[in-house]
């Protein structure tokens, strides 16, 4: 599966972006569908997964409440509300695929096995 995502931009802090990830392949439905981030000179880290019937959803801590992850199987999308944005969301923000539907653990990156190019967010205080 091929991944792109989009939406990114330059916002304040408080304000709202709506990412999304266009996939391509007729699995699509089959897989967690993941968000991650990675700041400069940081770790790239968990943002939200969903599976792949949107029956579970994780949020990370630091986003909990102010995002929300969502797809839609029919159009091969996956989105990233966010809202309230802090400075400290500043990143580079990735979508990702993992294949295996059944993972009790989303929120590794080693386990998604595709990934999209990214998407840049910056928040000015």
């Known amino acids: 599966v091929q991944l792109q995502a989009s939406g990114g931009g330059l916002v304040q802090a408080g304000g709202s972006l709506r990412l999304s990830c266009a996939a391509s392949?007729?699995?699509?439905?089959?897989?967690?569908m993941g968000w991650f981030r990675q700041a400069p000179g940081k770790e790239r880290e968990f943002v939200a997964s969903?599976?792949?019937?949107?029956?579970?959803?994780v949020y990370a801590d630091s986003v909990k409440g102010r995002f929300t992850v969502s797809r839609d199987n029919d159009k091969n999308m996956v989105y990233l509300q966010m809202n309230s944005l802090k400075p400290e969301d500043t990143a580079v923000y990735y979508c990702?695929?993992?294949?295996?539907?059944?993972?009790?653990?989303?929120?590794?990156?080693?386990?998604?096995?595709?990934w999209g190019q990214g998407t840049q967010v910056t928040v000015s205080s």
């Open positions: 392949g007729r699995t699509f439905s089959n897989y967690n």
């Open positions: 969903i599976s792949w019937n949107g029956g579970i959803i």
């Open positions: 990702a695929a993992d294949p295996w539907p059944y993972r009790s653990d989303t929120t590794q990156p080693s386990d998604y096995n595709y």
